[in-house]
């Protein structure tokens, strides 16, 4: 049983930093993909980045791209998101979620993903 904790969400000014980080309990398999999505209020989840946790292959949102690092630490089984440059529009309720199989193809469809922390707030000041 996989089971996340997502913490380190905050609020900041525009142009600011934030670093999210995901403890995962339980085995990370090789081909799993562990990620962020986020939901700003009245929108739909969406797809912000995720890391295959074998080889360390990231896929990111077009919205986030340049900005965003997604990282995993493989010993501590942890996952970590440094998100820089923040705007208000980065405002949201961000999710770490697993999925067992990453895809390279449907590695942003939400349903491929099985485990969900319980969210952390992150909200952007103009």
């Known amino acids: 049983q996989v089971s996340l904790a997502d913490s380190g969400g905050g609020s900041v000014q525009a142009g600011g930093s934030l670093r999210l980080t995901c403890t995962i309990s339980?085995?990370?398999?090789?081909?799993?993909?562990v990620g962020w999505f986020r939901q700003a209020p009245g929108a739909e989840r969406e797809f912000v980045a995720v890391?295959?946790?074998?080889?360390?292959?990231?896929y990111y949102g077009d919205s986030v791209k340049g900005r965003f690092t997604i990282s995993r630490d493989t010993t501590r089984n942890m996952l970590s998101l440094q998100m820089n440059s923040l705007q208000p529009e980065d405002t949201a309720v961000y999710y770490c979620?697993?999925?067992?199989?990453?895809?390279?193809?449907?590695?942003?469809?939400?349903?491929?993903?099985?485990?969900w922390g319980q969210g952390t707030q992150v909200t952007v000041s103009s």
């Open positions: 890391i295959r946790w074998g080889d360390g292959t990231t």
């Open positions: 979620a697993r999925t067992p199989f990453l895809s390279s193809t449907y590695y942003y469809v939400l349903k491929n993903y099985a485990n």
């Open positions: 339980g085995r990370a398999y090789d081909s799993s993909g």
